[in-house]
């Protein structure tokens, strides 16, 4: 069976993949007493004379909410769901009706530019953190993988010619951490060419990162903007990357083609055309660049110390925290960014978040990073 066949069959067999189980067993009458009624007026009771309490004695501190409207589901667009929320405002208003039940919000396949005015309106709104996953997870992981390609291939990201292929969602995210990481020759592309301060037709955000990105106000097609250039990122469509504008790069350059489920580039074909390093975002392939690697453990550490918020610098702490599993002397063309698999990098992440978290001031409670990295690894081991 192929791909395609697999995934639907084991969806058939077990009805959906996911299932609900209870932590505490129910055998007779003394546990339902406990568990249901009478029992469970009581902590009713203590969070209403304490609403943060919530977090300690439901499972509010473990939940997160995963948000979206289908409109903008990766690598196949606007597949709508069931229940067909469209309107930003009613998104708005649903999540925040949410905050009560859970620690976090994650956004999921929303559109830009309406998902920019999503999360930030949410954001300024609410008291938990809203984390728009194909932006910021997305940003994350290819940081973190960059950090390793540039590594190995003796690069700085200081001055490494860098082209991001995409300007959506994840695309200015991936160029505004990049910038707020030290990237200072950054040159983002779209549809219409390579962006610049004063581009007639940018949303506010696009507009904004025009102004810290491309100094030199460049101007054409990918294939121009790509030669000589050292990374080239894609979150843009498949198959946009051909071996003329992979071969037409700097020596040792760094590919990631990162469009789902195709990618600009397989990474037999990146490697064939002379990358150095390359990468996509699928799991049959080395160096996947995926936010899978990003989203357990940045919710972990941001609801263990009940921050706010994940902030830019829980962004970056996060990235360098996956990136810093990897001792240099571990680096190898097909191994820049550790496995999805490894045990290390939700608690990792998670202990990097939370100490960040703590030392911006976006924290409720002050929790020992390596308890949090400790209770995670554990988490993982059961």
Same mark, same amino acid.
């Given at each position: 069976?192929?791909?395609?066949?697999?995934?639907?069959?084991?969806?058939?067999?077990?009805?959906?993949?996911?299932?609900?189980?209870?932590?505490?067993?129910?055998?007779? !009458?003394?546990?339902?007493?406990?568990?249901?009624? #009478?029992?469970?007026?009581? #902590?009713?009771?203590?969070?209403?004379?304490?609403?943060?309490?919530?977090?300690?004695?439901?499972?509010?501190?473990?939940?997160?909410?995963?948000?979206?409207?289908?409109?903008?589901?990766?690598?196949?667009?606007?597949?709508?769901?069931?229940?067909?929320?469209?309107?930003?405002?009613?998104?708005?208003?649903? &999540?925040?009706?949410?905050? @009560?039940?859970?620690?976090?919000?994650?956004?999921?396949?929303?559109?830009? #530019?309406?998902? +920019?005015?999503?999360?930030?309106?949410?954001?300024?709104?609410? =008291?938990?953190? &809203?984390?728009?996953?194909?932006?910021?997870?997305?940003?994350?992981?290819?940081?973190?993988?960059?950090?390793?390609?540039?590594?190995?291939?003796?690069?700085?990201?200081?001055?490494?010619?860098?082209?991001?292929?995409?300007?959506?969602?994840?695309?200015?995210?991936?160029?505004?951490?990049? *910038?707020?990481?030290?990237?200072?020759?950054?040159?983002?592309? $779209?549809?219409?060419?390579?962006? +610049?301060?004063?581009?007639?037709?940018?949303? !506010?955000?696009?507009?904004?990162?025009?102004?810290?990105?491309?100094?030199?106000?460049?101007?054409?097609?990918?294939?121009?903007?790509?030669?000589?250039?050292?990374?080239?990122?894609?979150?843009?469509?498949?198959?946009?990357?051909?071996?003329?504008?992979?071969?037409?790069?700097?020596?040792?350059?760094?590919?990631?083609?990162?469009?789902?489920?195709? @990618?600009?580039?397989?990474?037999? =074909?990146?490697?064939?055309?002379?990358? !150095? &390093?390359?990468?996509?975002?699928?799991?049959?392939?080395?160096?996947?660049?995926?936010?899978?690697?990003?989203? @357990?453990?940045?919710?972990?550490?941001?609801? $263990? *110390?009940?921050?706010?918020?994940?902030?830019?610098?829980?962004?970056?702490?996060?990235? +360098?925290?996956?990136?810093?599993?990897?001792?240099?002397?571990?680096?190898?063309?097909?191994?820049? *960014?550790?496995?999805?698999?490894?045990?290390?990098?939700? #608690?990792?992440?998670?202990?990097?978040?939370?100490?960040?978290?703590?030392?911006?001031?976006?924290?409720?409670?002050?929790? $020992?990073?390596?308890?949090?990295?400790? !209770?995670?690894?554990?988490?993982?081991?059961?």
């Amino acid at each position: 069976m192929n791909i395609r066949e697999e995934a639907l069959k084991v969806r058939q067999e077990h009805q959906g993949i996911l299932g609900v189980a209870a932590k505490v067993p129910l055998k007779n !009458r003394q546990d339902l007493s406990i568990l249901y009624t #009478p029992g469970v007026a009581e #902590p009713c009771k203590d969070i209403k004379a304490n609403k943060d309490l919530s977090f300690e004695i439901t499972c509010r501190g473990n939940m997160v909410a995963v948000v979206t409207d289908g409109t903008r589901v990766l690598g196949l667009g606007d597949i709508g769901p069931e229940a067909g929320l469209k309107d930003p405002a009613k998104i708005i208003e649903t &999540v925040k009706l949410l905050q @009560p039940s859970f620690a976090g919000i994650n956004l999921e396949d929303l559109s830009s #530019p309406k998902c +920019y005015d999503i999360e930030d309106t949410l954001k300024k709104e609410m =008291d938990i953190p &809203v984390f728009h996953d194909d932006q910021h997870g997305t940003a994350i992981a290819a940081l973190s993988a960059l950090i390793g390609a540039l590594r190995f291939v003796k690069k700085d990201i200081k001055t490494a010619r860098i082209i991001v292929n995409g300007a959506g969602a994840a695309g200015t995210a991936i160029g505004r951490l990049l *910038v707020n990481a030290g990237a200072a020759n950054l040159v983002m592309v $779209d549809i219409h060419g390579a962006l +610049y301060d004063g581009m007639p037709g940018l949303n !506010r955000v696009q507009a904004e990162l025009a102004k810290n990105t491309n100094k030199d106000k460049k101007q054409g097609t990918l294939a121009d903007l790509a030669k000589g250039a050292d990374v080239l990122i894609g979150v843009s469509g498949p198959n946009l990357f051909t071996k003329e504008i992979i071969a037409s790069m700097a020596k040792d350059s760094i590919v990631f083609g990162m469009a789902n489920p195709v @990618p600009e580039t397989t990474y037999a =074909d990146a490697k064939a055309a002379g990358a !150095r &390093v390359a990468g996509t975002g699928r799991s049959d392939a080395p160096n996947q660049v995926n936010n899978v690697t990003v989203f @357990p453990g940045i919710f972990r550490g941001a609801m $263990d *110390v009940r921050a706010r918020q994940i902030n830019e610098e829980m962004k970056l702490a996060a990235a +360098y925290a996956i990136a810093d599993l990897l001792p240099e002397k571990d680096l190898r063309e097909d191994f820049v *960014v550790v496995d999805a698999f490894d045990p290390r990098v939700a #608690p990792a992440v998670a202990a990097a978040v939370a100490k960040t978290a703590i030392e911006t001031g976006v924290a409720r409670v002050n929790v $020992d990073p390596e308890e949090i990295r400790k !209770r995670t690894a554990a988490r993982i081991g059961r």
